[in-house]
Nanobody, 120 residues
């Protein structure tokens, strides 16, 4: 099992920026893909951004153009740069790593989450 530890959350004003980090205890290439998810109070968890081992990215429509997922292979860390934050971005953000074989999910690991609050 690879442990994932998020950091970088906090309180920010609307229009501000934050960068979240997800540090893996092992190689991030032990996963086929890594992603950021968020869950706001009273809402279901949703995918925010994902990054495959091949470098392909995918974003939720609500964050396209504002959020960027990236990685530092040497540091085994995945980042989520969040710009132009809005109050509706307030949520607990969690990092997820998945290993799949075809359509079968072989393994997934989650971090503990980091809280982001966007408020004036």
């Amino acid at each position: 099992q690879v442990q994932l530890v998020e950091s970088g959350g906090g309180l920010v004003q609307p229009g501000g920026s934050l960068r979240l980090s997800c540090a893996a205890s092992g190689s991030i290439f032990s996963f086929n893909a890594m992603g950021w998810y968020r869950q706001a109070p009273g809402k279901q968890r949703e995918m925010v951004a994902s990054l495959t081992s091949g470098g392909s990215t995918n974003y939720a429509d609500s964050v396209k153009g504002r959020f960027t997922i990236s990685r530092d292979i040497a540091k085994n860390t995945v980042y989520l740069q969040m710009n132009d934050l809005k109050p509706e971005d307030t949520a607990v953000y969690s990092c997820r790593g998945t290993l799949t074989r075809g359509s079968i999910l072989v393994r997934e690991d989650w971090g503990q989450g980091t809280r982001v609050t966007v408020s004036s």
